[in-house]
């Protein structure tokens, strides 16, 4: 059986454009974006891609680039660039997430606790401990309906 050898892409890239009202500063592969809702930071030191800021007449992007990378590792640029638009996204828009609790047997309770910042779920597959979960910075959470929550944030 033949072989085919591994094929190495000399430069893989992916761009992310950034918008007027969002600034983005990127110093050693640490990415901070600040924009009307707030600023988020995400460190990208643990995976060897170059990411650089580039400005133009009319706009600017950010850059992820991978010099002869394998399949595995292009990849991660994709993921990276991904990365930061979320960070975009977070700063302009927000996220909302809404979730419901499904149960067959053992009715879920949920508390929502803290000024919007934990939450308390009881009977979890008819366990007898309550679990608590904390929120991240940011991220508030609150009960809509009795088997619903909305998770709110930036990130």
């Known amino acids: ?16 454009t950034i918008p007027d009202n969002v600034t983005v500063e990127v110093r050693a592969r640490r990415v901070k974006v600040t924009g009307p809702r707030g600023t988020l930071r995400k460190d990208f ?6 990411i650089r800021k580039v400005k133009f007449a009319k706009r ?5 680039e991978l010099w002869w ?10 993921t990276i660039a991904s990365h930061i638009q979320n960070l975009i996204t977070g700063v302009t828009k927000g996220y909302k997430f809404k979730m419901r609790f499904v149960y067959a047997h053992f009715p879920i309770t949920v508390n929502v606790t803290h000024n919007n910042k934990t939450l ?14 904390d929120m991240e ?18 990130n």
Request: net charge positive.
């Open 120 to 133: 308390l779920i009881k009977n979890y597959l008819g366990e007898l401990r309550t679990r608590q979960v």
């Open 137 to 154: 910075h940011g991220v508030t959470v609150r009960q809509d309906e009795k088997d619903e929550i909305i998770l709110e944030g930036n």
């Open 69 to 78: 990378g394998k399949k595995k590792a292009q990849a991660r640029v994709k």
């Open 1 to 16: 059986a033949c072989r085919e050898k591994m094929v190495q892409k000399i430069l893989h890239s992916a761009k992310v």
């Open 45 to 50: 030191r643990h995976t060897s891609v170059d």
């Open 60 to 64: 600017s992007e950010v850059r992820v």
